[in-house]
């Protein structure tokens, strides 16, 4: 549902030092940071309001994701860093924020304005910089992803060399 929280909570985003404490209550504001933070770490070309995927649950039983708040869910990612899709802004670093779907965002600006979110989005960032991303991190997930590949590789080539006498040897 393409907007629904954004609207929804639009009208507490004017006074949000006084409404902050709902805004939490209708969204997971941990799952909002989570999803803010890895676009803007892994510098998604295509972050912003058209691409934003929403969920919640319809019955509330409290509990877990059953809790009835809004959560976003990462889109596409195959133009992250892509500096030909936004005019050379995109880069490797944080000055992803300079994307105008960052730095215009009229949500987002506002949550800004309260203190507990600017903490919280600085401890997302710095536990994503330091922990989920570190190099020491990337480096095993790639190393593990390529192996698998290979395996991958590996058994189709047998299967398919050694079914059939190929034409092209």
């Not at 969204?27 to 919640?56: K, P, S």
């Not at 924020?97 to 987002?108: A, G, K, N, R, W």
């Not at 992803?145 to 398919?160: G, P």
């Not at 050694?162 to 092209?168: G, I, K, V």
């Amino acid at each position: 549902i393409r907007g629904t929280p954004r609207s929804t909570l639009f009208p507490y985003t004017t006074l949000f030092r006084s409404n902050y404490e709902q805004v939490k209550e209708m969204m997971d504001v941990e799952n909002y940071l989570q999803y803010f933070c890895a676009n803007l770490y892994l510098a998604n070309a295509f972050y912003g309001e058209d691409t934003v995927i929403t969920w919640r649950t319809i019955s509330e039983n409290g509990t877990g994701f059953g809790d009835g708040r809004w959560r976003f869910l990462m889109c596409r990612l195959d133009n992250s860093m892509g500096n030909k899709a936004t005019s050379g802004k995109t880069t490797a670093t944080i000055d992803s924020y300079l994307m105008e779907s960052v730095s215009q965002d009229i949500f987002f600006r506002a949550l800004l304005h309260n203190e507990e979110f600017r903490n919280s989005l600085s401890s997302v960032m710095q536990e994503m910089a330091e922990h989920t991303f570190a190099d020491e991190k990337v480096e095993a997930v790639l190393g593990q992803l390529a192996a698998e590949k290979k395996k991958i590789v590996d058994r189709k080539s047998t299967r398919l060399n050694s079914s059939h006498e190929s034409p092209y040897r």
